[in-house]
């Protein structure tokens, strides 16, 4: 029965609903003059008789002009009621001006105002019964079709968590169970019908109570905070979700959509710095801007901040067709971008290509962030990263100098510090290029930014552990002891632009990129925070294997962000600026000359040396280059 009425098209069921506010007021109305009278009441004559029920017909010509029968029962809210309210008040109103102006004989006053009590609550009151009805009868075969619902906690019992408790009673896939919140003075309350408990007992809490989840709803909490909630949730397996932050819920309504899983930013704990927005302006606003690998994890960001900042043109440099494809397109259908965006197919080993493009768009500020950055690809294709990363970025400096560029950004890595491996190697190679450029010309403002892993990139290790959870594992960890900096792509992207337009020519800068996080404990803590359990021989019966399987090619245990010990503050406190050692161009040049030589000629040997000559910190840690040539030769 109740799937037949569920079935029925819309206008059968407002019919329905017409039917019924008609009985019931006509009931309601021989109710209030029982109990006036004190005994089961019957009109007489004709003129009450018209009276009553003629009342029904008012009400529902109020009621369909304030669109209460648009309203789907299921989702009914208080927003509703309210406009019951006032439409069943208007209704008694007019019913009791029309007894009283036509002089109706055996109508008590007191009919009128009980009339409007009970109209308000048998006509709300049946409402709410039928979303009951209906919203527990689609659920109960729901949970037939597809199992139990999930039981979950909600932690925070403000305005947030509220609003999505009550968008989880139409959800066929969570079950509230109750509200956790900091609050002293609202633990042991009731909300909703939910207790609210203190976090103290969330351990006991998820055994006794069985839940399958916790949903963080503390949108406009800190990082850190964020950070402490997720660390006393972290040894359970449940599986936790949050809410993203204020800015992120559009329309200010929380809904189950809303829902995240916990990502590795709110792991990290910590807290975001004001950006300087004259920074940010400097070298972006009315000027012309262009970035190298422009369609990667760090160039599509940096295109994604710099379109905001009200560019006078974008010029996107990128020589994957689909990456570019995919990023000019983002950037076009974006209804913030009022702005002239120019995708540039192209290669930053094509010094003429370069040139042309820097002179005819007239470039004032180039971020270049092209790259080769994958550790053990280029270490296996050492030519192809010194190619690219070294002569590169020599080509793009050159032409900015040549176009009169003002301001040239690279961005680096902290692997450029004492590399053990080839990327880290040119990388550092780079930093010395335009250290050495930028002592002997005066035209174009040359800077460096260095930082280490950032979340979510191509080459981060974070999508990697996510993929592998998803298919059921295992998770693989190159080393127990592995540390590595972290931070997310818009905050470097962020602090990236605001450090190079510090730059007076030649400097190197460095993000604080807070603690070095363990690579062994981020693998557990990703699996416990997906509800999973680890699989070990403590606990074969687990869900996720780790398995450890040894340090990549020239991969170290852990990275370093100085080559020395100065390092100088800046007005921001996650921007520093480093003082080290540079090789003056005419010593550097001979070098890059004969490394060019050797490339072309692929000899392996040969530019590694060169490489060394050129780092003296860069240490290989691994032969596998020289092995495969030999091995082939």
Aim: include cysteine.
């Amino acid at each position: 029965m109740l799937k037949k009425l569920l079935n029925l098209s819309r206008i059968k069921k407002q019919l329905i609903l017409l039917l019924v506010d008609f009985f019931v007021l006509v009931f309601v109305l021989f109710v209030s003059f029982s109990i006036r009278l004190g005994y089961w009441y019957y009109p007489q004559n004709d003129s009450i008789f018209w009276l009553i029920f003629g009342a029904p017909i008012i009400a529902i010509l109020i009621f369909v002009r304030i669109g209460l029968y648009r309203s789907v029962i299921r989702y009914i809210g208080f927003n509703a009621i309210w406009s019951i309210m006032q439409g069943v008040t208007l209704y008694a109103i007019i019913w009791g001006l029309i007894v009283f102006l036509g002089a109706v004989e055996g109508v008590p006053r007191s009919i009128v105002l009980l009339n409007w009590a009970l109209s308000v609550l048998m006509v709300v009151g049946l409402r709410m019964i039928a979303r009951w009805i209906f919203t527990s009868g689609k659920n109960f075969n729901n949970n037939n079709q597809l199992g139990i619902k999930k039981r979950v906690l909600v932690y925070g019992s403000g305005d947030a968590g509220v609003q999505l408790v009550g968008a989880l009673s139409h959800s066929y896939e969570y079950n509230p169970i109750g509200f956790v919140d900091d609050s002293e003075e609202l633990q042991g309350t009731n909300i909703w019908g939910l207790v609210v408990y203190s976090p103290d007992i969330i351990g006991e809490l998820i055994d006794k109570l069985k839940i399958d989840e916790v949903l963080i709803a503390m949108p406009n909490v800190s990082r850190a905070k964020r950070f402490n909630i997720v660390s006393l949730l972290e040894p359970f397996a449940v599986q936790v979700r949050m809410l993203p932050s204020v800015s992120d819920l559009a329309g200010g309504k929380v809904g189950v959509e809303d829902l995240r899983k916990v990502s590795i930013d709110d792991l990290l704990g910590r807290n975001e710095v004001l950006a300087n927005k004259e920074l940010l302006c400097k070298n972006i606003k009315h000027k012309t801007v262009l970035i190298t690998g422009a369609g990667g994890s760090i160039g599509s960001e940096l295109c994604r901040q710099i379109a905001l900042l009200k560019p006078k043109g974008l010029i996107l440099f990128e020589m994957s067709e689909l990456a570019l494809y995919k990023i000019e397109k983002e950037l076009s259908l974006s209804k913030n971008n009022k702005i002239s965006i120019y995708p540039v197919l192209g290669n930053i080993n094509n010094s003429k290509r370069l040139n042309q493009v820097f002179k005819h768009f007239n470039v004032d500020t180039i971020y270049h962030a092209a790259a080769y950055k994958h550790v053990p690809i280029v270490e296996f294709n050492n030519t192809e990263g010194v190619d690219n990363n070294v002569f590169g970025t020599l080509n793009c400096a050159q032409a900015a100098i040549d176009s009169a560029v003002e301001t040239f950004v690279l961005i680096s890595t902290d692997k450029a510090v004492r590399p053990t491996n080839t990327m880290g190697a040119t990388k550092r190679s780079g930093e010395l290029i335009l250290q050495a450029l930028a002592a002997m010309q005066t035209i174009t403002k040359f800077s460096m930014v260095r930082f280490g892993n950032v979340l979510d990139s191509s080459g981060s290790v974070i999508p990697l552990f996510k993929e592998q959870i998803s298919n059921g594992g295992p998770i693989t960890v190159t080393d127990k002891e592995v540390i590595r900096y972290f931070m997310t792509i818009s905050e470097a992207v962020e602090l990236v632009i605001q450090a190079g337009a510090m730059g007076t020519g030649g400097d190197v800068f460095i993000l604080d990129m807070g603690k070095p996080v363990s690579i062994d404990d981020l693998a557990k803590k990703m699996i416990r925070l997906s509800g999973l359990e680890i699989k070990s021989k403590s606990n074969p019966e687990g869900d996720i294997e780790i398995k450890y399987v040894g340090l990549r090619p020239g991969e170290k245990l852990y990275e370093e962000l100085l080559v020395g010990d100065n390092c100088i503050k800046t007005n921001n406190p996650l921007i520093m600026r480093a003082e080290e050692d540079m090789i003056l161009w005419d010593e550097l040049k001979p070098i890059l000359d004969s490394l060019k030589k050797e490339v072309v000629n692929c000899d392996q040997e040969k530019i590694r040396k060169l490489l060394v000559e050129i780092v003296p910190g860069f240490k290989p840690q691994s032969d596998i280059v020289d092995i495969l040539y030999k091995k082939n030769s």
